[in-house]
């Protein structure tokens, strides 16, 4: 039998749009939120392996849609960890030829009865307090919503599965009466989730009298370094593909990390406060980057990131702070799941029983800054369903254009990917 569901209005949210009301400023909406009478589950049943093989698959569809939006002109970053739990949930209501689709491009190898346990585990590790680290000097958090059309016959196993494995309740929202509201409401939260550093991941007209679900996921992520840069970093030269541009070099010195080398790139890897998580510089020859990165297979990146040995680097990089947006559904229908974009094809029906659903678009924005103490970022994930009806030491300095990943070492889980080209342009 279909478990029950339970509704409470946020206070926050009545109170602001009351507030709004009165100033006669655009307004959101007071969102009630549905919740499954099935709780999370913190200690999900997994069997061997499952985990390992989540990891893997997740950054096996990282490096796809690496490759897939590096055509992006300019600095790029984003979070795999985001896009894959925003889509994992959407998934969740996936039947057919249009969950084969998802679950081939997204790399989902587990079954969904396994797969779903899985991200929980993922979820709730990520999101485990690091020993030896404070908020003040480490601090991961995600979070999960679905924002529902009101009246709108979401299956109860569709918001057990969400609530049951991914923390998220529903917020019932009106989008075909007030859809600015039901926006505005939505971007607030996830400023709210992010520390106000994705305040508008919906624009205007991503959402119409059509909407009938946005599932969210956002990450925040903040850490001071294992060994701090030295202060007061002075400029130095970094060589874009135009040529140079004088931005703020940060140096360590000659301080032991984790640095390694093959044909063709340096590597180091830079480890946060609680030596969780770690960010991993792939740095490829002078004048190589286009041709190394066009050339880097999944593989390859693997092989990288799982070095046989690592030697001593005194090490100097660009401080930087940067921010991507991304609009993902081009990207994803050619990278093999069309049938979810494609009002004939769409199979949604395990979301309210009927094909009557397809996604109009998926959003992504994220931010970082990298600066003498530590790294800031942060990144927001929408997607949007609308109804058809209803030890030698030797000398690193970074000075050209470089990838790099945020990774928690623990899960192997890539948090942030992207690249630098002109450290001085955000």
Avoid at 17 to 23: I, P, V
Avoid at 409 to 418: E, N, Y
């Amino acid at each position: 039998m279909p478990s029950a569901h339970r509704s409470r209005t946020s206070p926050l949210l009545v109170l602001l749009a009351a507030l709004a009301a009165c100033s006669g400023a655009p307004t959101t909406a007071p969102a009630t939120e549905t919740l499954s009478d099935k709780v999370r589950a913190t200690a999900p049943t997994l069997q061997p392996g499952d985990s390992a093989t989540l990891a893997t698959d997740n950054r096996h569809f990282s490096w796809d849609l690496y490759q897939a939006v590096r055509t992006t002109p300019g600095n790029l970053v984003f979070s795999p960890a985001s896009i894959s739990l925003a889509l994992a949930m959407t998934y969740g209501g996936a039947r057919g030829t249009t969950a084969t689709q998802m679950a081939t491009t997204l790399h989902f190898s587990l079954t969904p009865e396994r797969l779903h346990p899985a991200f929980d585990a993922l979820d709730l590790a990520l999101e485990t307090p690091v020993a030896g680290a404070d908020a003040g000097t480490f601090r991961l958090s995600l979070a999960n919503a679905l924002w529902g059309q009101q009246g709108f016959p979401f299956l109860p196993d569709f918001l057990d599965l969400l609530g049951v494995n991914y923390g998220a309740g529903m917020h019932v929202v009106d989008f075909a009466g007030a859809t600015e509201p039901a926006r505005l409401t939505i971007n607030q939260w996830v400023s709210d989730q992010t520390q106000a550093k994705i305040p508008d991941l919906l624009a205007p007209g991503v959402l119409d009298s059509s909407t009938v679900f946005v599932l969210t996921n956002a990450v925040y992520f903040h850490a001071d370094w294992l060994t701090p840069f030295e202060p007061n970093s002075p400029n130095g030269a970094f060589q874009t593909p135009t040529g140079a541009v004088q931005v703020p070099m940060m140096s360590l010195g000659q301080t032991t990390v984790n640095g390694w080398k093959d044909t063709g790139y340096h590597a180091v890897a830079l480890p946060y406060k609680g030596q969780t998580t770690s960010m991993v510089l792939i740095v490829p020859d002078a004048g190589t980057f286009d041709a190394f990165e066009s050339g880097l297979t999944f593989a390859a990146l693997e092989a990288i990131l799982e070095p046989a040995s690592t030697t001593i680097f005194e090490l100097s990089m660009p401080r930087f702070k940067m921010g991507s947006k991304l609009a993902l559904k081009d990207v994803l229908g050619k990278m093999g799941m069309p049938d979810a974009f494609d009002k004939k094809a769409a199979d949604f029906s395990g979301i309210d029983g009927r094909t009557d659903i397809v996604l109009t678009a998926v959003v992504h924005q994220a931010m970082i800054a990298v600066d003498e103490k530590g790294t800031e970022a942060a990144a927001a994930t929408g997607v949007v369903g609308g109804a058809t009806g209803f030890i030698q030491a030797e000398s690193l300095v970074v000075d050209r254009p470089f990838l790099f990943a945020i990774r928690d070492d623990a899960t192997g889980t890539i948090l942030f990917l992207g690249r630098v080209v002109d450290p001085s342009k955000m």
